[in-house]
């Protein structure tokens, strides 16, 4: 099983995350364990790494890459169960130094057509990062409503011909099933008109990402997974999170500010008198971006955006 990882902004990761060498650092988004690599080559045997990941290939790839470290915790679960996966390894509120999230799909998952990820590679509908999970990209194509298929492709992939894309879906299925990957792009082609084709990434790209997204619930539990990695966290422990597109990102970066100004008196008056404390110091005041040889040579760096804060 090839599952080749070239981590996104890694100097950059293990410099925000602040290693306390016997630590204990959680990588949430485990994939072929290139962050991880790094976060537990920095630490002693005193210090414990716990790499979760919702896909068995990334579990078993990692434990290969890390098999001569005693000191790895390997969970196959969803990061938003982050306080029961904490609780089920013995440990409890503000016992963790640091948690590292990589958003999106991995490049393996891309990689490998039959999981339906991509637009290149012809494959049945699932996009299911969890292969336990029920719902899969078929079952959002065939079964969802206009007004739903119209309300996900619009807001999750930002796609500006969403109704159009919709409509041209449920005639489609009117007679027969959309089953692969290629009969989904070969009706977006048909829907997005000619004049948008030519310019600008594939036509399928936003409406591809967007069903992911859903299948996924990748947006629904960031907010409630953040806050719950911060009351896990020890003082002065981070969080580092790396987004790939806007939606994530405008999540992460309302999230943090409102834990680090929760205050919601109205601006005039003297003093708070809401009572609510700042949580975390933001780090980064504006995205980390990666640099123009890392660009050059990991092509999936491209869009992404590294925030970091800071328990107080």
């Known amino acids: 099983m090839n599952f080749e990882h070239t981590p996104v902004l890694p100097e950059e990761c293990i410099e925000g995350l602040n290693i306390v060498p016997d630590g204990i650092y959680a990588d949430c988004t485990l994939g072929g364990a290139g962050h991880s690599s790094l976060i537990v080559s920095k630490l002693t045997k005193g210090g414990m790494l716990i790499g979760i990941d919702q896909d068995a290939n990334a579990i078993k790839a990692a434990g290969e890459r890390l098999k001569d470290y005693t000191n790895v915790k390997y969970v196959r679960d969803n990061f938003s169960n982050i306080k029961n996966i904490v609780y089920d390894l013995g440990l409890g509120q503000e016992s963790i130094n640091g948690f590292l999230l990589d958003l999106g799909v991995s490049s393996h998952q891309l990689d490998e057509a039959d999981r339906g990820f991509s637009y290149n590679h012809n494959a049945p509908l699932d996009m299911r990062m969890d292969q336990r999970r029920p719902l899969s990209a078929y079952v959002v194509v065939n079964e969802y409503t206009a007004d739903e298929l119209t309300h996900i492709i619009k807001n999750y992939g930002e796609e500006r011909w969403a109704k159009r894309i919709a409509e041209f879906i449920i005639n489609e299925r009117k007679i027969k099933p959309i089953e692969t990957t ?53 003082p002065k422990g981070r969080i580092c999170i790396i987004t790939f597109h806007s939606l994530e990102d405008r999540i992460v970066k309302n999230v943090f500010r409102n834990m680090e100004n929760p205050c919601t008196c109205p601006r005039d008056f003297p003093v708070c008198v809401c009572g609510r404390k700042p949580r975390v110091r933001v780090i980064t005041r504006k995205p980390v971006l990666p640099g123009q040889e890392e660009l050059a040579n990991n092509r999936r760096a491209h869009s992404a955006k590294l925030r970091i804060i800071e328990k107080l």
């Open 182 to 234: 290629f009969d989904l792009v070969s009706v977006i082609k048909k829907a997005v008109p000619k004049g948008a084709r030519t310019d600008g990434p594939h036509p399928a790209k936003r409406t591809f990402q967007a069903i992911r997204i859903e299948v996924n619930n990748e947006l629904g539990i960031l907010e409630d997974t953040i806050n719950d990695m911060v009351d896990l966290l020890k």
